[in-house]
């Protein structure tokens, strides 16, 4: 009997909100190539994703090294065979860590190459600089038809959607006055200043969105 690792972490909101992504995934990614997630944290998003959108190839990524066992204990736990080990990444490198050669030893690719970047709940717990380092690097990388999927909180029209909204977006500043719930305005301002044009929005479970852009130029 196998001795799995106990490095896997457990996020209670991903078991919620993990069937109404894969749906909207299910519609907006390209129907082959390589998924790169950024920031996978506990690695539970990838270990379900993977296996049900096949053929696809998905490679988490996280620059916390405690994030990246867990995703890699969860993926022992629960192998895919298009499911890449998890590679460090920082999105506010100048250049990433898949852009190197042989980054993902597991997967050729030149033969299956990244056409879609997912981002789950990061920019809102991170610094801004992170969000200008994801469109940054979506536009290094996408190919022309890419997409980058986003999901969170978001501001819109500068107003949040629900007073639940607005209270964690005000514990989110007292544990770091540069995290917060993001006016997706400015959001999409910069992707287009990446060439990256919003596609669609899309209303999801306990007020928050997905958000579908897709590089143009």
């Known amino acids: 009997m196998t001795k799995f ?98 980054a993902v030893p597991t997967i050729d690719l030149q033969h299956a190459a990244i056409q879609a970047i997912v981002n789950i709940n990061m920019i809102h717990i991170a610094p801004w600089s992170a969000c200008l380092g994801l469109m940054a690097g979506a536009q290094r990388i996408l190919p022309i038809g890419g997409i980058l999927y986003l999901y969170g909180p978001f501001k819109q029209g500068g107003q949040h959607t629900a007073p639940s909204n607005a209270a964690f977006d005000q514990s989110l500043q007292l544990q770091n006055p540069t995290w917060g719930v993001r006016n997706l305005d400015e959001v999409v301002d910069v992707a287009r200043a990446h060439q990256l044009a919003l596609v669609k929005t899309i209303a999801m479970p306990a007020n928050n969105l997905s958000v579908i852009f897709q590089l143009r130029h």
């Open 5 to 102: 690792s106990d490095a896997r972490q457990y996020a209670p909101a991903t078991q919620r909100n993990r069937q109404p992504i894969l749906e909207v995934l299910q519609q907006v990614l390209p129907p082959t190539g390589t998924v790169l997630e950024i920031s996978s944290g506990t690695g539970e998003h990838a270990v379900f994703f993977a296996p049900q959108l096949q053929p696809r190839f998905w490679i988490p990524s996280d620059p916390n090294p405690f994030a990246r066992a867990s995703i890699n204990a969860w993926r022992e736990h629960c192998p895919a065979a298009n499911l890449a080990a998890a590679i460090a990444l920082d999105v506010c490198e100048p250049i990433w860590t898949i852009e190197q050669p042989g």
